[in-house]
Each structure stands twice: as C-alpha cells, then as structure tokens.
C-alpha cells in the first residue's frame, strides 16, 4: 500500500451536517487527520509532496456509516467478505460498516468479536465495527455477556433479523445493558404474524398470490419495546422500521422522552410493493416493501429528523437462492454500493435536502454508536467521500463488487455517484 501523503481537497463543496455547514473550500488532511478546512488554503505553504486533488463540481462529505449491513465472513463467506464488502462499501462512499451478528459462529463471545476486527484489520480497506449477538446463539432466550462484549469491542447489541419474543427476555437485557450505556438494537417484527408470509399484505399481495406480512407484525413488536423502554430506561434503537403506524408509535415515544432512535433502509425510503409484480425476488425483503403511502411517510420521517438513520440493509444472497419462484427465494438486498445513490434520488426529487441524507447516513450513526466518525471537523479522523452529483450512470449489476448480485437496482439510472473514497485520510476508492 502506497505511503500515507498529506492531502489537499481543493475547491470543493463542503457539506458536514455535524456542524451544519455547506461552504466552498479546502481540506487539508495529514497523518490520517482532517488538519483545516477554510476557505482557502491553496496558498499556504504545502510540503512538496502534497497531493492537490481538484474538486471543482464535487461534494465533500463525511464518509458513511452503514449501521446495518449482514456480511457472511465467518461461516458463509461465498456470500461475502469482510475484504469484498469493504470494497463495495467504499464504491458506495462508506466509510464504516456495522456488521450483523448473524454469523457462524454467531458473535456472542468476545473471542469472536475479536476475530472480526483482527480480521477486518488484516483484509478490510474501511471501518468495520460488529454489533453483538443480544442473546447467546440469537435464540432469544439467554443475555450474552454485554459488558464483555462491550469492552471487546461491541458497539452495539441486536439480534439481528430475529426478533426477541419474550418481554421478559428483553426487558432484563435493556436493563442490564442500561448499567453499561450500551445499546439495543432490535428487529421489530412478530414472527408468528409474519407466518408464511412474503411481501406487504393487502390487495396487491392478494392479486399476486402470495401471502401478506400485515403492518402489525412491527408496530405491535415496536410498541411492546417501547414500553419496556419506558420501564428500564435503557437505550434502544429499532433497526428497520417501515410502515406509518410505528412512525406515530415513535413519535410518542420521543415526545416522552424515551432514549430511542430508529433507522429505516433506502429500499424502503426509494421502492414500494409494486416493485414485486412480475415476481422480481431481488424485491423480496425483511421486511417487505409497503405501499406508496408508507414510503413517502417514512422520507418525510427522515426529513423531519424522526427517523435518525438510513441504512443499506445490506444482505448478500447468491443466485442459487434467488433465482426462485417469488415463495421460495431468500429475503435480502445488497446495497453499500447504492445506497448513497439511491438517496441522491430523493435529494433530485427534493423530497430531502442533501445536508439531511448525509447526516441520516453519516453523522447521526456515529453520534449514536459513539464512533469518532461523520464528522468533517478538524482534529477527527479524514474519512471522506467526494461526490459527482450530476454524474449520470446506469447500474450495471456484473461491475458491483459485492461478491453477489442481488440488488434491486439492476440497470437502474442514477444521478450522482462517489468518484472518491478517503479512509484515515488514505485513498480506498477512485471512480476512473
């Protein structure tokens, strides 16, 4: 790998929503460290060796952090790697990936933790940061170790798409993680009315033929947690939620006061279920696609700042388990490259301001798993992402470098693509 040089981002738009800030100007970066951002700096007395990099017509922001990506590394790395997914990752302008703990083995023990970031650091080319398995085996019956874990190297505790069915269970784990400041993040779906269920129920379910995952499968999970919130007064996150009804559920609870926050995935902020018809399985998601009305309540959410933070809901699957009739292919997406992309749509459509997507996808991430990250201050870490916002391209699904292809995306025109990824203030990606 090339020696670290000091570098000059010149010129550029400058958008860092930790500060509130959208100015023209320069990022001087060294040693791996945002040292100034001003106006002008091309005049300052540079080392000889400084890289001056022209981003006339380009965007500088702080890289992203995908607070929600599964990666197959261990158990299942024909899906993907932590080496792949970072790559894919820092295409999309990712800087820091929180991967899933449903692995095998499962991330429930700190020598598992400490594998992964052993690993990342040997392979990866960005941030890689896993959450923990809430309960051992993610069988949903006993607490793992969540201050071990913690001091392993957790930044986060969930179960990943498994939703935790006893109160009980979860209540004694917010309380016990509330005495670490650790935080729970929980897939909010009730798997008994989920059932045989794979996309949004109601009358387009009906006309296809396929069984519906009514609404209430999450709000009533959701509203459950949330008191149970109310009563340990623990911190909780819901990972995905999806549908208007648990926008009103969350909308209490922050009113009262509750240390909650919520994501939701670009496929449901950008898609709906009429993405199904014809079949199409890189459409089958966990949670399914809702209707129109349901999406364009979840961008508003995340206009408003109800929402905290958007997430890939990245989920590698090969084609032996996609290329199936709609009942039986596998749920999953994979989306660190696009996600970014894909939000630049709403941004187009001005359904968001820009400012707002990249703090949902950057800064609010890193505020709440208290990473030193989404941020473009000087002093912090220079990870960074230079975007071509009216670059024009088609997705072509064979130039991904997810080691699988099952992206919704296929050949789809987008408006706005990264041409330049920063980690530690080294470069990882460039758009030639």
Known sequence: ????????????????????LDTTGDIFIADGVIKDVTSDLTSAG???????????????????????????????????????????????????????????????????????????????????????????????REMTEIGLLGAAGAVAFTDGTRSIRSAQVLRRALTYARDFDALIVHHTEDASLVGEGVMNEGELASRLG???????????????????????????????????????????????????TASASINHLTLNERDVVGYRTFFKLAPPLRGEDDRVALVEAVAEGLIDVVVSDHNP????????????????????????AAGLRLVKDGALDLITLIGAMSTRPAEILGLPAGTLRPGQPADIALIAPDEAWLLDPATLKSRCRNTPFDEARFEGRVVRTLVAGRTVYEYV
């Open 210 to 260: 396929l069984a519906g995952v009514p609404k209430a499968a999450e709000t009533i999970v959701l509203e459950r947690d949330l008191r149970l919130v109310a009563i340990t007064g623990g911190r909780y996150h819901a990972a995905s939620l999806t549908c208007a009804e648990s926008l009103e559920v969350l909308r209490r609870a922050k009113r009262d006061g509750l240390d909650v």
């Open 317 to 340: 699957q090969d084609v032996e388990v996609k290329r199936l009739p709609f009942s039986e292919a596998a749920f999953g997406a994979i989306g660190l490259e696009t996600m970014l």
């Open 46 to 140: 540079l080392s000889p060796d400084t890289e001056i990099v022209d981003c006339r017509g380009l965007i500088a922001v702080p890289g992203l952090v995908d607070m929600r990506a599964f990666i197959g590394e261990p158990g299942a790395e024909h899906r993907e790697t932590l080496a792949s997914a970072s790559q894919a990752a820092a295409a999309g302008g990712v800087t820091t990936i929180i991967c899933q703990p449903d692995t095998d083995p499962v991330i429930d023990d700190p020598a598992i933790v400490d594998f992964i970031l052993r690993r990342a650091r040997d392979t990866a080319i960005v941030h890689v940061h896993p959450m923990a398995a809430l309960t051992k085996g993610l069988e949903g």
């Open 1 to 20: 790998m090339a020696d670290l040089r000091p570098t000059l981002l010149a010129k550029a738009r400058i958008l860092d929503p930790s500060r509130d």
